[in-house]
């Protein structure tokens, strides 16, 4: 059975470097879709209040047999608890669906900026964190400027940034940012997300050629090389298996510079000013 490695995070703490995304599993499904991955390997599961599945993620967990100081389980809340504290009731609900007694790391899900409630939001995370509900706290979607004002007004620094990013939308100055900041850099939507098309890309079919890998083990090789932390999401269990399946081998400096040209360039992807829930 293939573990991911661990990523160290900047409050001791380590996070699996690879997991499972369930977005959009409904209950059921993504009961059974984590029963498979910790079969499979998985230690690491990635939900949210927004994605309606957390009831079904902790059915899976507890059918898993798998020990909780096992698995490294995130949730993310969305706007609605923004503000005013609400992000205490918003954990509390998080963790009665999910069934636990804490999560490993608890997200903002996106800064909205516009409604200028992230920094109270933040102050609440820190008491949560402080009062053992969560291990970890951390910000999805979050620009450099965002981060540089939660810095400026809070005492914690972040974790994680859970962002959009693949090898077309590469976020570098982003990631350069973390890097100073010791925040772990986390992708969603790996592979490009639903109606992309990065996986027909012909370097990525040349290179699984190369190290007889699909075209999705070359692009979450890529993920893993740049030190960042992925959460491709499946619930069908061979695609399960191949997504963890990218240990054992590597790509090159020239492989990473062909697979470079699929770089979209800086204004790629989502825009957090301008969109979220």
């Known amino acids: 059975m293939t573990l991911a490695p661990l990523i160290k995070l900047n409050d001791g703490y380590s996070i699996p470097q690879l997991g499972l995304g369930t977005w959009p599993l409904d209950d059921e499904k993504v009961s059974a879709a984590v029963v498979r991955a910790v079969e499979a390997g998985y230690r690491h599961i990635d939900t949210a209040v927004k994605y309606g599945n957390e009831k079904g993620v902790g059915d899976g967990i507890k059918a898993s047999g798998v020990d909780r100081e096992d698995l490294f389980v995130t949730t993310k809340l969305d706007g609605e608890f923004q503000g005013n504290d609400r992000a205490a009731e918003g954990l509390d609900g998080s963790l009665q669906r999910l069934g636990l007694d804490y999560v490993d790391l608890l997200l903002i899900h996106w800064p909205l900026p516009a409604r200028d409630e992230f920094i109270s939001t933040w102050k609440t995370f820190e ?151």
């Open 127 to 277: 008491r949560l964190q402080a009062a053992g509900k969560v291990r970890s706290i951390g910000v999805s979607n979050f620009k450099p400027a965002h981060l540089e004002r939660l810095l400026a007004e809070t005492d914690v620094v972040p974790a994680v940034n859970q962002i959009q990013l693949s090898p077309a939308i590469t976020r570098t100055a982003e990631r350069d940012f973390h890097s100073r900041l010791g925040i772990v850099t986390e992708s969603y939507s790996p592979l490009g997300g639903s109606g992309g098309d990065l996986l027909s890309a012909p370097i990525l079919y040349q290179l699984g050629e190369k190290y007889e890998k699909t075209p999705a083990q070359v692009v979450l090789r890529w993920h893993i090389q740049q030190g960042l932390v992925t959460i491709p999401k499946s619930g069908n269990p061979e695609r399960m298996r191949e997504n963890l399946d990218v240990f054992d081998f590597a790509l090159d400096p020239l492989d990473l510079a062909e697979i470079a040209i699929l770089d979209e360039g800086p204004g790629a992807g989502n825009d957090s000013d301008a969109t979220g829930h």
